[in-house]
Nanobody, 115 residues
């Protein structure tokens, strides 16, 4: 089964930046390369929501609330997915998850935006 490990979260002030990483293991590079990848987030008391997607061709889509501030990217050779976040706002505070991949999720990484 696929394993996803997110990292890079932390505490940043409003306007700050972070770069999240997601390492996918237990799958081949080929299988990873033919899967669209996503980042979701879940804030306390709220449902998990889609933040950004990247297709196998490298096409990207973003939720309106992060458009222009976040950038998703992938490295198929390393089986990695990234989310570069800038101009962070307090409402971006959430646990960020890479996935799902074959129905599996990672444990998430906490992003807290606060002064």
């Amino acid at each position: 089964q696929a394993q996803l490990v997110e990292s890079g979260g932390g505490l940043v002030p409003p306007g700050g930046s972070l770069r999240l990483s997601c390492a996918v293991s237990q799958v081949s590079e080929y299988i990873f390369s033919i899967k669209d990848m996503n980042w979701h987030r879940q804030a306390p008391g709220k449902q998990r929501e889609l933040v950004a997607s990247i297709t196998v061709e490298g096409n990207t889509n973003y939720a309106d609330f992060v458009q222009g501030r976040f950038t998703i990217s992938r490295d198929n050779a390393k089986k990695m997915v990234y989310l570069a976040m800038s101009n962070l706002k307090p409402e971006d505070t959430a646990v960020y998850y890479c996935g799902p991949f074959g129905g599996y999720w990672g444990q998430g990484t906490q992003v807290t935006v606060s002064s």
